[in-house]
């Protein structure tokens, strides 16, 4: 069974996109069965463009990446999701919806590289530093034994240690 995870920030148009990518780049490359998705809570509507750029450049597919909003994710009908990981303070700070399956909650904190003073080199810069710290930990989370079949008490471990690395 597919392992869903959540990952969130205010606007989905970096860190919750680059931390989406990355996690569905290592789970293929490791052929492990977890699906990474990305949403906001005022979803911007368009994914900055250095974020895709970066991307593309550590070889992720970014062809259906776009902005989309939590609502996505809280319906019923929506994945039954194993883990929401929010990767900016003030999602981590906002009221979520109900979601489907009760997952396990964590947060993973990164600055905005969008905020990154300068030109376009050093929020370049910007955005491939931060796509390194969230490849570090989504490639940690991959490599989790038996994702799918921990409790929620260990997973919320993993995900705190993790957390601290």
């Not at 259906?64 to 700070?93: H, L, N």
């Not at 034994?145 to 993790?162: C, F």
């Amino acid at each position: 069974m597919t392992t869903n995870i959540l990952i969130l920030c205010t606007h989905n148009s970096a860190r919750s996109v680059l931390a989406e990518g990355m996690l569905n780049h290592w789970a293929s490359a490791l052929g492990k069965d977890i699906r990474a998705f990305s949403a906001g809570s005022a979803p911007s509507g368009k994914i900055n463009p250095f974020a895709l750029e970066v991307l593309a450049q550590a070889g992720v597919d970014t062809h259906d990446c776009r902005s989309k909003s939590w609502d996505e994710f809280a319906g019923a009908d929506s994945p039954a999701m194993r883990a929401v990981i929010t990767v900016c303070d003030s999602a981590a700070q906002e009221t979520c919806p109900y979601w489907p399956g009760s997952p396990v909650k964590a947060h993973w904190g990164y600055p905005d590289p969008s905020n990154t003073p300068g030109g376009d080199d050093a929020k370049r810069q910007a955005f491939e530093l931060t796509r390194q710290a969230i490849a570090y930990r989504m490639l940690q989370l991959a490599q989790l034994p038996a994702l799918g079949e921990m409790s929620n008490a260990e997973l919320q471990a993993q995900l705190q240690r993790i957390s601290s690395n």
